[in-house]
């Protein structure tokens, strides 16, 4: 089997609560995906999708997406893309770097491995390690009674794990903390997220104030060497997630005991294939993830539903449904919340199918 065309559709994905707002005041309105197509000469064509959270999170961004996509595509046009190992090196040689833009081309690829052996990825990253997954509602940067008000509303819907966006002034962020706190039940979980917002002694401050409360602290501030600084400081649960970006960072960590959960998300690291390493090596170690990606809908959150439900229930402390965030429905078949929880299609590969009357025309054709 050869791979024949790269394909890459542009679409946004207008938010149903209007604002995604995180810290250092950044917000996204309308999120910028691209959907990737291979094509094979056997007819074959596998499917995947890229959705950086804009910018101004890690270093990627939408367009970036597609112009590496024309940087790398010709050097796999020929290429057998069952060979996963060699589609990535090839990639590797052809771009250094640029994780998120491999991505999809290697998520492509493991589409086709399933259809080819009609077998759903789940089963080849491992088979069904749990029938469905328990989801995790991330809660947007507002004032604690706002951010408290939609909890409650989203426990409404099933969920019980909830990830609060704080990372701004240290004094609203204990009022958020303690304000959600309050409206959960015993056995809800709370995640404070501050996505590498507070410099160090802010960080303490707020670990420090929350230190009663039953929480969960998420990648205080911007490098690893001051997030386990707070590690340090804290008895509360810690995640890290933006600097645990492969398999080196992930193989330190374990090493020198800087986290007790992850946040594996599959385009910053490159891909199904990575993901899965670093998903094995967390397992061997006892350190339980949160799979997601950094934003998406209805096929990044069919990717995430066939690596968590590959994964021992045990370990998989959460995943994602972004596709319930968005107002845009664009492929059949994709995972459904029900009741706080989703799970991967049996069908072969990821399940899915692109709307391409809604898609439109290709931003890219490499062949």
């Known amino acids: 089997m050869k791979i024949t065309a790269i394909k890459a559709w542009q679409i946004d994905l207008p938010l149903k609560e209007g604002r995604y707002s995180w810290s250092g005041g950044n917000y996204v309105e309308v999120f910028d995906s691209t959907v990737v ?9 596998g499917y995947a999708e890229c959705c950086p959270l804009g910018s101004a999170y890690l270093p990627s961004y ?3 997406v597609r112009a590496g996509l024309a940087e790398i595509g010709p050097h796999l046009i020929g290429c057998d893309p069952l060979a996963l190992n060699e589609v990535n090196r090839r990639m590797d040689a052809a771009l250094r770097g640029h ?23 789940y089963m080849l990253l491992g088979g069904a390690m749990q029938e469905n997954v328990a989801l995790y509602r991330a809660i947007s940067q507002e004032s604690p ?19 609060l966006k704080v990372g701004g002034d240290a004094n609203e962020d204990i009022d958020r903390i303690r304000a959600t706190r309050a409206v959960l039940a015993v056995d809800d979980i709370l995640i404070a997220d501050a996505n590498t917002g507070w ?17 969960y602290i998420e990648q205080p501030c911007a490098s690893y060497a001051e997030s386990v600084s707070i590690r340090r400081r804290t008895a509360l649960p810690f995640i890290l997630d933006e600097v645990i970006d492969g398999t080196d960072t992930l193989v330190r960590g374990i090493a020198e005991d800087a986290m007790d959960v992850i946040n ?3 385009s910053k690291v490159g891909g199904l294939t990575r993901a899965r390493l670093m998903r094995d090596l967390c397992v061997a170690s006892g350190i339980p993830m949160t799979i997601e990606d950094t934003w998406g809908g209805d096929i990044t959150t069919a990717a995430i539903a066939h690596l968590a439900r590959s994964t021992p229930e045990k370990f998989c402390f959460s995943a994602t449904d972004f596709n319930s965030y968005g107002t845009v429905t664009f492929a059949e078949g994709a995972p459904e919340r029900v009741n706080g929880r989703m799970t991967a299609a049996d069908r072969p590969g990821l399940g899915i199918t692109p709307d391409f009357d809604l898609l439109g025309e290709p931003v890219l054709v490499i062949k």
């Open 264 to 266: 594996l998300k599959i």
């Open 199 to 215: 410099t160090r002694h802010e960080a303490a401050r707020v670990v420090g104030a929350v230190s009663d409360l039953d929480v």
């Open 62 to 64: 939408a367009k970036g």
């Open 37 to 45: 197509a291979i094509e094979t000469d056997e007819g074959l064509t």
């Open 145 to 163: 009674d706002q951010m408290a008000e939609k909890i409650a509303g989203y426990k409404a819907e099933g969920y019980t794990k909830f990830q």
């Open 99 to 121: 994780p998120y833009v491999k991505a999809p081309v290697d998520i492509a690829c493991w589409d086709i491995l399933g259809k080819a052996t009609g077998l759903p990825v």
